[in-house]
């Protein structure tokens, strides 16, 4: 949940940094599961993450707080595990990724739309009864 709620937006749910922001960084965000990050130790794991990578868009993440320490070991693991993630694992993450306020009412309008608690629109254009019902 942690690292779809607050690394995925870089790194990718599945670590290999292939999202819109993570691959137009520069430095770019490493694919991690590859050789290169997993043959860093946990301690060095550790301490990017708690203090994230100067003059790159690498955020620090730790507070200092031992709560802080154990969500950034638990993430340690977590890294590890990034190369054997299944198909299920990123689906499950898929809906933990934060959303955009448009994204939102998208999601609401298609529910709203299949709940039939709303006029269906066609082409994007409220029909004549929706458009009525907002006067
Ligand atoms: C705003 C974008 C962004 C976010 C959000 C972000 N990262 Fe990063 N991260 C990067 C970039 C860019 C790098 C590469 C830095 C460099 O080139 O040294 C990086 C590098 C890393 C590395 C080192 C990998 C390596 O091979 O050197 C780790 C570990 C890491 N991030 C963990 C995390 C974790 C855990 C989170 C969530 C708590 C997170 N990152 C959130 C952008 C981000």
Redesign the pocket.
């Known amino acids: 949940m942690?690292?779809a709620d607050?690394?995925a937006?870089?790194?990718g749910n599945d670590g290999k940094?292939m999202t819109e922001?993570?691959r137009n960084?520069y430095?770019?965000?490493?694919d991690?599961t590859a050789a290169?990050?997993q043959g860093?130790n946990d301690g060095e794991?550790f301490s990017?993450?708690k203090n994230g990578?100067r003059l790159?868009?690498?955020?620090a993440?730790g507070d200092n707080s031992s709560a802080g320490d154990e969500q950034?070991w638990k993430?340690?693991l977590?890294?590890r595990h990034l190369p054997m993630a299944t198909q299920e694992e990123l689906d499950q993450m898929r809906t933990m990724n934060p959303i955009s306020p448009m994204e939102r009412q998208e999601a609401k309008a298609e529910d709203d739309f299949l709940n039939g608690t709303e006029a269906p629109t066609v082409g994007g254009t409220p029909t004549p009864t929706a458009r009525k019902e907002h006067r």
């Open positions: 942690h690292w607050h690394c937006l870089c790194h940094g922001i993570g960084l430095p770019k965000a490493p991690m290169a990050t860093l794991l990017i993450i990578v790159t868009g690498m955020p993440w950034s993430l340690v977590f890294i």
